[in-house]
């Protein structure tokens, strides 16, 4: 059930033509939260590795579709995506299936009102942290603010998992991506500092990626 219906009438086709494209010298992350945020498509992106962090290029493209600019983007770094609802996902073979990724965990019930997408991304956060210790006390810290100018919400969602709910979150605008944060290896363990990252696209320097935490995957500063 969703108590919050989605504000926007965004509706996402392949062959959809983009007059103009281009990066310069971005990583896979940011080439498509930057193509994200021009086109106002909603994303989440649900495995990462050093190259799609570390591998940067540089892409112009002119009057052509959804498909062919993601396809550039995504193939060359061995990733895939498909649009999934409103939302774009971006994701890779390597992908762990079932409970041994924690996205797949269902949430009994997700009921939060209206909010930012920053507090509706670490209510979740607090409700997989319950799920997986049950038997532990709360949680110390205060929930980031969000930008204040793209409210989302009120939701009540039962029995849906993690990665539907961030589907949810950040499609309510088309204004806003979700990352994972954590190796693949490890997306069966909640290792403490944010299984995922919502941002939302207000970047003008299109550096989202420099806003992950990313740990466990032998990087250089990037």
């Known amino acids: 059930m969703i108590g919050g219906q989605s504000r926007s009438a965004f509706t996402l086709s392949p062959s959809q033509r983009v007059p103009f494209f ?16 021009q086109e106002h498509i909603p994303i989440g992106i649900e495995y990462i590795d050093k190259a799609a962090l570390q591998q940067y290029f540089s892409v112009e493209f002119r009057e052509r579709t959804v498909k062919e600019i993601l396809d550039g983007i995504t193939h060359p770094v061995g990733y895939r995506w498909s649009i999934r609802g409103p939302i774009v996902l971006v994701t890779h073979d390597g992908a762990l299936l079932g409970k041994s990724n924690l996205l797949n965990t269902r949430i009994p019930e997700f009921r939060v009102g209206e909010t930012s997408m920053h507090e509706a991304s670490v209510a979740l956060s607090r409700h997989l942290y319950f799920i997986l210790s049950p038997n532990r006390g709360g949680i110390a810290g205060d929930a980031p603010g969000g930008n204040l ?3 989302v919400g009120p939701f009540n969602l039962k029995n849906t998992t993690v990665r539907d709910i961030l589907n949810e979150i950040v499609s309510q605008h088309s ?3 979700w990352v994972v944060q954590q190796p693949p290896w490890t997306m069966g363990k909640d ?5 995922w990252k ?5 970047r003008r320097d299109a550096e989202y990626s420099r806003e992950l935490q990313v740990r466990g995957l032998g990087l250089q500063s990037f």
């Open 191 to 195: 290792l403490g500092y944010g299984l």
């Open 198 to 202: 919502v941002v939302e696209y207000d």
């Open 22 to 37: 281009a990066v310069e010298q971005r990583n896979l992350i940011d080439s498509v939260l930057s193509f994200g945020g």
């Open 175 to 177: 204004h806003g991506a």
């Open 149 to 151: 100018s793209f409210l």
